[in-house]
């Protein structure tokens, strides 16, 4: 199986042009044509590949988005990198509305926040196991918003598994 140079859509083998953007492609030669199958950046499998994008949270998707072209791992690579940064940042944004609320000696609504904060943060812990056991099963795994923005930074989801 051989992917394209440049849009990492799955090509021939020995076309000279990428079905999906056009781009040219290197048509290998002799002792390159057994090579071609290998994985385009990364000898580990799809799914294990998806699975490390979202093991390391935000981190490992950005890791994997520039050294991975295959789009199954660039979708999930671009989604660990919106749902890990948007967690982190609603994470933020909480823990700077208690602190504001701590600096005006509102005890009473330190609780409310301190438990929202705890919810959010049980939600990022399962939302991670479900993404990795997703990845690891091959899926194209949807969190809803975060896959369109996912889709606007370059990983596209096939028309086939919308």
Known sequence: MAYCVKCGGQ????APYCSNCGAQQ??????QAAAVGAAPASALTENVAGLLCYAFFWLGGVIFFFIDRRPFVRFHAAQSVVVFVGLHVIHGILRIIIAARLLHGDWFALWPGHLLLRVVDIFGVILWIVLMVKAYQGEWFKVPVAWELAEGIGGQVPADKR
Do not use: C, D, F
């Open 26 to 31: 290197k048509v290998p030669t002799g002792a």
């Open 11 to 14: 090509i021939n083998e020995q």
